[in-house]
């Protein structure tokens, strides 16, 4: 009789781990540390409780996209702490419900733009002066779009488009709180009861009900 396969530690990591392990890389970086396999092995073995051989780890690297080459040494892009601290704290969270609430639905919402003179850079084109496309001023109008999602696909009756006069150059603008609340008060009819539901830190996404007076 054949034994089972047996489940290699690369396939056992969650995308939880991965992002860890990138976040550990990372932050040696920006600490100014040496960066080996041998060094990050030893940082996630003993911060992050991770257990596995240099080898699984080299494998997981390479399927997350580090390559060993030479470093560049531009500018790191440095975050704010709370950002950091704000994301390890989703980064928990999230971990928990999946671990101990495995059934519960996740919802994940965003907005999106597109102009409506957007266009592909390139096409075919020969050695004439004026084979090209016509130039246009402005951006035009501006297609909003929000929707929301899970793993099952889109909610259903959840996508919301609306066209701007497009003159922010911030989509961010063309939307406020009152039209995301009415939408969102929407979504909550099309979702099942307890979701967890994620999103970003847009301004129109939380106001002040009752402002402090002056």
């Known amino acids: 009789m ?8 690369v396939q056992k990591i969650d995308d939880f781990d991965v992002c860890a392990i990138k976040r550990a890389i990372h932050n040696m970086y920006e600490k100014g540390e ?14 992050l409780d991770l257990t596995f051989s240099r080898s699984s780890l080299r494998k997981i690297l390479l399927q997350n996209g580090f390559r060993y080459r030479k470093v560049n040494n531009r500018k790191l892009l440095m975050e704010r702490p709370y950002v950091r601290a704000a994301r390890a704290r989703y980064l928990r969270e999230m971990r928990r419900i999946r671990n101990t609430e495995p059934d519960r639905a996740v919802i994940y919402l965003d907005e999106t733009w597109f102009s409506q ?3 592909d850079q390139k096409g075919w084109l020969d050695d004439r002066e004026f084979c090209g496309r016509r130039s246009v001023v402005g951006k ?13 696909g889109f909610v259903g ?3 919301l488009t609306t066209w701007t006069d497009g003159k922010s150059t911030d989509y961010h603008d063309s939307m406020n709180a009152q ?10 009819q ?16 939380s106001r002040i009900k009752n402002k402090t007076p002056m």
Request: glycine fraction near 4%; avoid cysteine.
């Open 2 to 9: 054949k034994s089972a396969p047996r489940t290699g530690v």
């Open 34 to 47: 040496r960066v080996t396999l041998n060094s990050i092995l030893m940082k996630v073995t003993s911060e």
């Open 117 to 119: 003179f957007d266009f």
């Open 140 to 152: 035009g109008k501006r297609l909003i779009i929000v929707h929301a999602g899970s793993r099952d």
């Open 157 to 159: 009756d959840a996508l």
């Open 179 to 188: 039209h995301f609340e009415e939408w969102f008060s929407s979504l909550l």
């Open 190 to 205: 099309n979702i099942p009861a307890n979701s967890v539901i994620v999103m970003d830190n847009a301004s129109y996404h």
